[in-house]
């Protein structure tokens, strides 16, 4: 076998294992759902001891684009209280282990439904310290520092890093798309309604004047000479 071939298969090694330790359980969660009138919504995510969580979330349909937010923490601590806002975004820097609660209400609402989109984003510095783990077994096992593992490796877990992060900026980005295409489609609505109206009134008051000087010139009656 050639050198040529031998670093293509150690390329493709790399990779796979690359792929297999940095792309593991997905903590990540995004997710649309209609809030009913008057209603509240809670959701759990459960965190281990010492994780960073980032969570955001905004209204993209429903009467006022508003909601009421809280973030419950796994002893019952209330770390985010918010009322009636369109959008917001919270850091946890150290989460407690167990399951943090995410409620949306729109108790104050009671006509309106809203559509809310909201995602969490778990950074685990678990998952990271165990990858390195296993590199480091995999570079002792096969003897492939020769290689720039290390070097490699770096640069895969950047670019999936970058990767990740274009994923969730494109799941915002999607989000203001059908937030701005509601309100369009409602000022559509109301423009249209409203011009139907007013081109109604305007026939209407053509048409009395039209028959108003008409009555005004139109004489009945006979004069005898």
Known sequence: MTS????????CLILTVGLALDMGPNQNMEFTFMLPTGGTECFYQTTTTGDTM???????????????FALISPSG?????????????????????????LCFDNSFSKMSEKMVFFKVVINSQDNTSGGQEEWIDFTVTE?????????????????????????????????????????????????SFWSCLNLMVMLGVAVTQ??????LFDNTKRVCT
């Open 54 to 68: 980032e969570i955001e979330y905004q209204v993209i349909a429903g009467s006022g684009l508003d909601v009421g």
């Open 143 to 191: 003897s492939v520092a020769d290689y720039r593992i290390e070097e490699i490796r770096r640069t895969m877990d950047s670019v999936y890093r970058h990767l990740e992060k274009t994923r969730q900026v494109q799941a915002v980005l999607r989000a203001f798309e059908a937030r701005d295409r509601y309100l369009l489609e409602d000022n559509l609505w109301r423009v």
């Open 4 to 11: 040529s071939a031998q670093l293509y298969l150690m390329g």
């Open 77 to 101: 601590q209330r770390v985010v209280s918010e009322f009636r806002t369109s959008d917001g975004i919270h850091m946890v820097d150290r989460t407690e282990f167990g399951d943090y609660r």
């Open 210 to 215: 039209t028959y108003t000087l008409r009555r």
